[in-house]
């Protein structure tokens, strides 16, 4: 398994506005993920993060609203800029191990008014 | 595209035997799981079967994979009010890393 953690744990922000969270994994990991999951819905792939090159966006996401850094093989942030209401939701990182198997950081839950 | 598909709610009593069901449309999913979220939690990984298994058992849970009919399920024996969370299933297409999840299943145990 996998030992994630995520900061902040939750965050209640203004309108226009950013926040960058924070992904920290006990482990060096070649693949790691950040998804949203909106109130009561499911969990949708925002991008992969890999280790020295540009992050990959799912369609839908783009880079100037959610920027990703990913500077080592055990960390990695994303920033939700300029946010709106519609961006209130839980952001979780996950990383990929053996077996392909995805473990899930404890999520981000953000409020934004 | 893919799509993932479970049923909204499921009630059980305690100490009854839950079965959670999932289809998915990719034919090419080479790996599926079941995660549990509880209230205020992050994803928690249960199980995982590959796509080439037809059943997988791991203490109270078992896995059973309908390749034909694309039709998963998570049954778990002597369902405990602990059980109570949100289960979701997911799959791994062939071409990619991404997972796919489903809608997510709410299951009440009642005591």
């Known amino acids: 398994s996998a030992v994630i953690s995520q900061k902040p744990s939750r965050d209640i922000c203004q309108r226009g506005t950013s926040l960058t969270i924070q992904c920290q994994v006990d482990?060096?990991?070649?693949?790691m993920f950040w998804y949203r999951q909106q109130p009561g819905q499911s969990l949708t792939l925002i991008a992969t993060?890999?280790?020295?090159?540009?992050?990959?966006?799912e369609s839908g996401f783009v880079i100037d609203k959610f920027p990703i850094s990913r500077p080592n093989l055990t960390f990695s942030t994303l920033t939700v800029s300029n946010m709106s209401p519609e961006d209130s939701s839980i952001y979780l990182c996950s990383v990929e191990r053996e077996q392909e198997t995805q473990y899930f950081g404890p999520g981000t839950r953000l409020l934004v008014l | 595209g893919e799509d993932v598909e479970q049923s909204l709610f499921l009630s059980v009593r305690e100490g009854d035997s839950s079965v959670i069901n999932c289809t998915y449309t990719?034919?090419?999913?080479?790996?599926l799981y079941w995660y549990k979220q509880e209230p205020g939690a992050g994803l928690q990984l249960l199980t995982y079967?590959?796509?080439?298994?037809d059943m997988k058992q791991d203490q109270r849970l078992t896995v059973l994979l309908n390749k034909k009919d694309k039709h998963l399920s998570l049954r778990i024996a002597d369902t405990q009010t602990g059980d109570s969370a949100i289960y979701f299933c997911?799959?791994?297409?062939?071409?990619?890393?991404?997972?796919?999840f489903g809608t997510g299943t709410l299951l009440a145990v009642q005591p």
């Open positions: 993060a890999n280790q020295g090159s540009e992050a990959t966006y």
């Open positions: 997911a799959e791994k297409g062939g071409a990619t890393n991404k997972l796919i």
């Open positions: 990719d034919s090419s999913s080479t790996y």
């Open positions: 079967i590959f796509s080439n298994m």
């Open positions: 482990s060096q990991v070649t693949m």
